[in-house]
């Protein structure tokens, strides 16, 4: 089975900071995963995503994410923060069905 | 451009009472799914499935049914609704009807409170 464990329910960065957002996975198989940001009361828009091609995936928004097959992690990062960054992300990992870690609300103050 | 679309919006329920929520997809993805989110848990699978007249079970099914008669259409009932039910419930769909690398997109939620 897969999962995914985010470390940190809340994290908090000034503007212009690097952002950092911390992904860890299990999975029996080459797992594909992703990243999804969710704007108060709005759906998830997917950030982006890996599958195997590249290991350094950038996505929208200026945010980037690095596959780690040794330290079994998935983080998100992002060099500058801005503060329309502030929203809760959500690590999930995918095979037959898509199963999310718990989010990390970011806070960017100005 | 729809995409998957979520009704109602809204719904208040008493305990006891039944409700079906509705999600539709125009894109012609074989896989639909439901998720709840609750605060501090991040989104939990309820039910899914990968095409027509299949369905299975996530992480949460109980108190929850599912079916899929069209491509297009998944709704989720709930049989006898219970005040830990009370969420935000998302449906999901994506291309590829077992494992896939395919992203799902959701719908803007249904907001459900039981009393």
Known sequence: AQSVTQLGS???????????????????????LFWYVQYPNQGLQLLLKYTSAATLVKGINGFEA?????????????????MSDAAEYFCAVSFNDMRFGAGTRLTVKP | ??????????????TGQSMTLQCAQDMNHEYMSWYRQDPGMGLRLIHYSVGA???????????????????????LRLLSAAPSQTSVYFCASRSGGGASNQPQHFGDGTRLSIL
């Open chain 1, 10 to 32: 809340h994290v908090s960065v000034s503007e212009g900071a690097l952002v950092l957002l911390r992904c860890n996975y299990s999975s029996s198989v080459p797992p594909y």
């Open chain 1, 66 to 82: 690095e596959f780690k097959k040794s330290e079994t992690s998935f983080h998100l990062t992002k060099p500058s923060a801005h």
């Open chain 2, 1 to 14: 451009n729809a995409g998957v679309t979520q009704t109602p919006e809204f719904q208040v329920l008493k």
């Open chain 2, 53 to 75: 007249g299949i369905t299975d079970q996530g992480e949460v099914p109980n108190g929850y049914n599912v079916s899929r008669s069209t491509t297009e259409d998944f709704p």
